[in-house]
């Protein structure tokens, strides 16, 4: 059985930084490709980013490029989320997710864990 648990999220100030992290079993992590995508109750579901099975390869969405950044550990079966330079329209409730096959849109993904609450609010 696929399990995805995710953690790291809190409240932070503009500007600030968080890093999600993703604890991943019950499936084979090293062969997947991997990703987050973030929801709020008014905008429904958004891509965030997302990883080959090896991390030579990464697809971010416009909104977060060059401010996230997604990396994995496949030693310890874990999925980071480094978020850096935070705003009040990050702020959702972030999910880490299997995909189907590596790419950037929310079909991609497969399962995926509860979320963890990120606010981003002074």
């Known amino acids: 059985e696929v399990q995805l648990v995710e953690s790291g999220g809190a409240l932070v100030q503009p500007g600030g930084s968080l890093r999600l992290s993703c604890a991943a079993s019950?499936?084979?992590?090293?062969?997947?490709?991997m990703g987050w995508f973030r929801q709020t109750p008014g905008a429904g579901r958004e891509f965030v980013a997302a990883?080959?099975?090896?991390?030579?390869?990464?697809y971010y969405a416009g909104s977060v490029k060059g401010r996230f950044t997604i990396s994995r550990d496949n030693a310890k079966n874990m999925l980071y989320l480094q978020m850096n330079s935070l705003q009040p329209e990050d702020t959702a409730v972030y999910h880490c997710?299997?995909?189907?096959?590596?790419?950037?849109?929310?079909?991609?993904?497969?399962?995926w864990g509860q979320g963890t609450q990120v606010t981003v609010s002074s």
């Open positions: 997710a299997t995909q189907y096959t590596f790419g950037g849109e929310l079909a991609d993904f497969g399962s």
């Open positions: 019950g499936f084979a992590f090293r062969n997947s490709a």
């Open positions: 990883i080959n099975w090896s991390g030579g390869a990464t």
